[in-house]
């Protein structure tokens, strides 16, 4: 299989057409309004009508109340529910239990012993998205979509019961490196594929795209 990938913080027709067309397995949509890329849930479900079954649709949230999830359920059809706050275990076998929706929960690495508590989470959730954790010192970040990148090297030998995605920081230029480092088989980018935060470059996402289909994974 090759290597699948997400592109997330989607938020107009042509970009969600072009990583439909150019064979994105996940179109990841915000619903976190301190982001640039948040969305409303009645554009979400205009943005994904048409796109195939084969497709996941992923909304993305962080530490969510129950509320925001069934609004936002209540427009668009998810497949998959990401969590990319500080979401306890409980938590998510909570939200998974209570919206019968696959979960994809976010743990921030920064370095090897930021995976222990990866291990909480692999019986709650349905995959493990490893993502860059942004320094204290960092103005205006964000909990997730930064640009930045970890020690891919750090992921090596490392084995989880469920299947994990690699993101944080990966472009076109650099996402076939941080495969054969990490030995990932889905990768997330948002930063990326974009002109500026929030506004997504359709040219960058089919590079980004086509790099992952000459992968030999
Ligand atoms: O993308 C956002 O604006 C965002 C905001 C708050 C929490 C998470 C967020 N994005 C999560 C993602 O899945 C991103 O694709 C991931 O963090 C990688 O982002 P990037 O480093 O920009 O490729």
């Given at each position: 299989?090759?290597?699948?990938?997400?592109?997330?913080?989607?938020?107009?027709?042509?970009?969600?057409?072009?990583?439909?067309?150019?064979?994105?397995?996940?179109?990841?949509?915000?619903?976190?309004?301190?982001?640039?890329?948040?969305?409303?849930?009645?554009?979400?479900?205009?943005?994904?009508?048409?796109?195939?079954?084969?497709?996941?649709k992923?909304g993305?949230f962080?530490?969510?109340?129950?509320?925001?999830?069934?609004?936002?359920?209540?427009?668009?059809?998810?497949?998959?529910?990401?969590?990319?706050g500080?979401?306890?275990?409980?938590?998510?076998?909570?939200?998974?239990?209570?919206f019968?929706?696959?979960?994809?929960?976010?743990?921030?690495?920064?370095?090897?012993?930021?995976?222990e508590?990866?291990?909480?989470?692999?019986?709650?959730?349905?995959?493990?998205?490893f993502?860059?954790?942004?320094?204290?010192?960092?103005?205006?970040?964000?909990?997730?979509?930064?640009?930045?990148?970890?020690?891919?090297?750090?992921?090596?030998?490392?084995?989880?019961?469920?299947?994990?995605?690699?993101?944080?920081?990966?472009?076109?230029?650099?996402?076939?490196?941080?495969?054969k480092?990490?030995?990932a088989?889905?990768?997330?980018?948002?930063s990326?594929?974009?002109?500026?935060?929030g506004?997504?470059?359709?040219?960058?996402?089919?590079?980004?795209?086509?790099?992952?289909?000459?992968?030999?994974?």
């Open positions: 299989m090759s290597v699948q990938g997400k592109i997330c913080g989607l938020s107009d027709q042509i970009s969600v057409d072009t990583a439909v067309n150019n064979g994105a397995r996940f179109i990841g949509l915000v619903f976190y309004p301190p982001s640039p890329r948040n969305i409303d849930p009645n554009l979400a479900s205009q943005l994904v009508s048409k796109i195939p079954t084969n497709v996941d992923v993305l962080v530490d969510p109340e129950d509320a925001l999830i069934k609004t936002v359920l209540e427009s668009v059809k998810l497949d998959w529910i990401q969590l990319h500080s979401e306890s275990p409980d938590r998510v076998r909570h939200i998974r239990q209570k019968d929706t696959r979960i994809l929960k976010a743990i921030k690495i920064s370095d090897q012993s930021d995976f508590a990866a291990k909480n989470y692999e019986n709650v959730a349905d995959m493990l998205l993502d860059a954790k942004a320094p204290k010192h960092m103005a205006n970040a964000l909990p997730g979509g930064n640009g930045l990148v970890f020690d891919w090297r750090i992921m090596q030998g490392l084995e989880f019961s469920i299947p994990w995605m690699l993101a944080g920081g990966l472009t076109a230029e650099n996402v076939a490196e941080a495969v480092i990490s030995g088989k889905f990768v997330d980018t948002s990326g594929v974009e002109i500026e935060p506004r997504k470059d359709p040219a960058a996402i089919t590079a980004f795209l086509t790099a992952l289909a000459v992968i030999d994974s």
